[in-house]
């Protein structure tokens, strides 16, 4: 499969924006890409259910074959999850436009500029 040609996290299933949102919400808490078995944990917990090891690998899998999430190896037997430049772009164009339509006001992050960019400027 080749580079997503996704232009916004609103083109992505329910699903992969979950493993998405899960992987940045991990690599902020914890300072470093987490493994496969944390992200499923901590999908567990945001959604009081468990999700089946198969469709988490496939679709991790499958948003990296897309370039929006690179994976390596933590050791031996283990893969870590990080996301790219762009998938973080796209996360907070989303982010911004969701809080516009519902009027929600977002504070400003320490190392982002006031430049408000759309989901729709962003380029694959």
């Given at each position: 499969m080749s580079?997503?040609?996704?232009?916004?996290v609103g083109d992505l299933r329910a699903f992969e924006r979950d493993l998405l949102y899960a992987v940045r919400a991990l690599e902020?808490?914890?300072n470093t890409p987490p493994k496969g078995l944390t992200v499923k944990a901590y999908l567990d917990e945001q959604h009081d259910e468990?999700?089946?090891?198969?469709r988490l690998y496939q679709n991790l899998d499958q948003l990296t074959d897309r370039g929006l999430l690179r994976k390596g190896k933590k050791d031996?037997?283990?893969n870590e999850y990080a996301t790219t430049d762009r998938t973080r772009t796209l996360l907070e164009a989303f982010a911004r436009r969701r809080a516009r339509?519902?009027?929600v006001?977002?504070?400003s992050a320490p190392n982002q500029t006031n430049a408000d960019?759309?989901?729709q400027e962003v380029e694959p």
């Open positions: 580079a997503d040609s996704s232009r916004s902020r808490d914890n468990e999700f089946n090891h198969s031996d037997r283990t339509q519902t009027g006001e977002l504070e960019v759309s989901e």
